[in-house]
């Protein structure tokens, strides 16, 4: 069976970050690590933490960043109504040099649901 | 009595808009509405959205539209707390370059309290 | 017959803004409809506009929107010549971290040349 | 008499660009002839190079490119509808991010005409 | 036998710039002039330089760009330790916005280690 | 006697930085931590590591980020003829856009020298 693009993505994702982590670099290997902690529960609850995540790198156009946390959205139940606003709000305040990354962003969030039904 | 720089902000922002709207572009008429609706009660609250829309003004590095949300977040009464998870956020994603404006943007914030106590 | 990256573009661009619309998200609605409405004849022609809709693109490498405004700037019967201008001015504001996106508009161009002769 | 922000940027501008010119790096000089021979007229006019030149340097951000572009538009005749056409695709691509930019663009645009009226 | 990442990256990138500089665009030309010219030995030494041009592609979010640089370490001998000091500074100065790009970074640089071995 | 470019930088730095680690968000102390420890020598020595640090402020465009790293090179004692070609790449990879930033951070480095006479 073919593999689709959550499944590529995440394959890829876990397979370099292996690789960064084995590198051995202090520096990075302290990045990683605060990047898991940032999005943990505190004062701002973990959905809104992950909208937040999500939008910032749409409005900085990483198609894999938005990839990675519409995936943790898709995990925490927030409905496509809310992910379509949160889109909407990184589209107007990035502008339409966001609109071929908010099509892809469409095109994963659908393969995520795909996926859930299999 | 000195103009702080919340007042200025607001002043300057206040009679620029008014100048922009009275030139009749009928595209920029429609995106400052649009900017209107997109912040406005849907299925996502207002308080996460003015926190998205301050995290992507900080990712983007912009200090007019970090203040613009700022004071949103503070009118809504979001806790210092909370503003600097968000921040947090941001100066992850974007990294140490949203430093300086991590700055002004904790500057800004003080000035809203102390606004308040006047 | 293999199709090109042009009839790619079009036919994922075409399929994509589909879904979106069909989302029906109000401001993503109104977005793309101001967007439509942006590039239409007006105190500065339809030429150059499209124009500076591809120099803004390419400056903010954004493959897609670049790939867009060639499209219409191929319509509108821009020639090779004033495209490789506007190139220019992109990539001199823009610097040499533009250089892989002028590669992929020169073959994107070339393409839409070609396509023309079938 | 008090020195408007019009004066204020050309004094600037000049000083430091006979400094940079004067430190005789010759990628730099190399790279400031390429940016004068850019704009000149050639298969695409005048008034279209500086109009993607101010588009360019809006959604880019910068104010101080914004300025240059503008007072070469306001030598060239070009009317203030114009302008603000060229400054909604900007605003557009760009976003709302871009707002503050268009903020002080208008304030310079303003500030060219009344000094013309001097 | 298949072509690695570094070999279609080369092979594309090679065909394209023929065609650019073909296309005899003055300002194109010397921009790509400026381009050799800027990494020759000078008071900077060419590591240095490619280091820096590295970093600075990493920051910037340009895949292609960070490859060529990559490609020029490699050659100068820079160590896969001293490479990975250089992807620490350019991610934390550009965020985790940067992550993505890394891991890319690093399979191009593991398939130049691996060219080698043929 | 007034103050100068250099001391307002150090001085407002300084102050901010205080009160935003004074604020006790984990991640942000951490990721000013992570700062420090990311230029100190290592398999790349520390003036190559700051050359790193400015010219990603540069193309990034971030005055500040500029300012810090010219005042760390200037005290590594790093000639104006290096700093102008660092300043050569930054300004040939980031394009004309990052020219205002350059004449400010001529200015700086002006100042620095200053300031060193006294």
């Keep these: ?13 876990a397979q370099m970050n ?20 940032c999005y943990q529960e505190g004062q701002v609850d973990v959905i809104t933490k992950e909208m937040i995540g999500m939008a910032c790198s749409m409005v ?14 898709y995990e925490l139940e927030v409905t496509t109504e809310q992910v ?10 990035g502008g339409t040099i966001v609109i071929p990354h ?9 393969t995520l649901q795909q996926n859930q039904g299999k």
Excluded: P, Q, S
């Design 18 to 37: 292996e690789k960064i982590l084995g590198a051995d670099n202090k520096v990075l290997k302290r990045l990683f690590n605060l990047d898991t902690n």
């Design 60 to 73: 900085l156009r990483c198609d894999d960043c938005v990839r990675y946390h519409l995936g943790k959205c």
């Design 84 to 93: 379509f606003e949160v889109f909407a709000i990184a589209n107007l305040i």
């Design 102 to 110: 908010l099509r892809r962003a469409v095109e994963y969030w659908e």
């Design 1 to 13: 069976m073919e593999k689709n693009i959550v499944e590529e993505f995440n394959t890829y994702r």
